[in-house]
């Protein structure tokens, strides 16, 4: 067993790496959704506008 | 409760994200004006289609400036007419029955995809604006030549659409 070679406090913490890549999934989680639903899903030809009756 | 702060960015974050998720298909439904394909229709006799008024003659005809009403009928493995021919630019309403067995009328690589029952009389109303062709096919399976049905929308210049009654 090692001794506690540095004690730190809740907020000294500070995992920039993770944030890094948590922000970076966050931005490709709002890039394809934005790619899917407004240039795949509204942008499509053929628009169903319901009906004229 | 000691929250850590990139906890809090990212409970904020999630929070931002699932309302512009909630507000991007309520713009979609309202700003947008996408619809979901209807069922008000009344139904009718699957047996008797070639005495229909509408699906006696499968056809696309017109029915004011740039509105189009499509009558199409679907059987094992055929779609009626084939292929289908609107202008660009228009508003063209489907009208689709069955003949035989349950069906589906799906325009390949588009939202306009419905389910074709006999007996009921399958409505959606779609906007077309550029030329091009368009694959339909059957979704639901419906025999053993489901695999080749398959139906063929065309989408012509204004200038080189007419009508087949015209022609």
Avoid at chain 2, 5 to 20: D, H, N, P, Q
Wanted: with cysteine; net charge negative.
């Amino acid at each position: 067993m090692s001794s506690i070679e540095r004690e730190i406090g809740h907020d000294e913490y500070d995992p920039v790496g993770t944030l890094a890549l948590i922000g970076l999934y966050f931005l490709l989680l709002v890039v394809l959704w934005t790619f899917t639903y407004f240039v795949e899903f509204l942008g499509g030809d053929l628009t169903v506008v319901g009906t004229l009756l | 409760m000691n929250v850590h702060t990139y906890e809090k960015v990212w409970l904020g974050a999630a929070m931002v994200l699932i309302v512009f998720f909630i507000a991007s298909v309520t713009y979609g439904a309202i700003g947008a004006g996408v619809a979901m394909v209807d069922d008000s229709e009344e139904t009718i006799d699957p047996d008797t289609l070639g005495e229909d008024d509408r699906f006696g003659d499968p056809r696309v005809e017109q029915v004011g400036d740039d509105e189009y009403e499509v009558y199409a009928v679907a059987r094992t493995f055929v779609f009626q007419p084939d292929p289908i021919e609107v202008p660009e630019d228009s508003t063209v309403t489907f009208y689709i029955t069955s003949g035989d067995v349950i069906h589906s009328f799906s325009v390949v690589g588009t939202n306009a995809n419905v389910m074709v029952i006999p007996g009921e009389v399958a409505t959606m109303t779609v906007e077309v604006d550029e030329p091009g062709e368009y694959g339909i096919v059957c979704n639901e399976y419906c025999g053993p030549g489901h695999h080749d049905m398959e139906g063929l929308l065309v989408v012509q210049p204004e200038d080189e659409f007419e009508l087949e009654d015209d022609e």
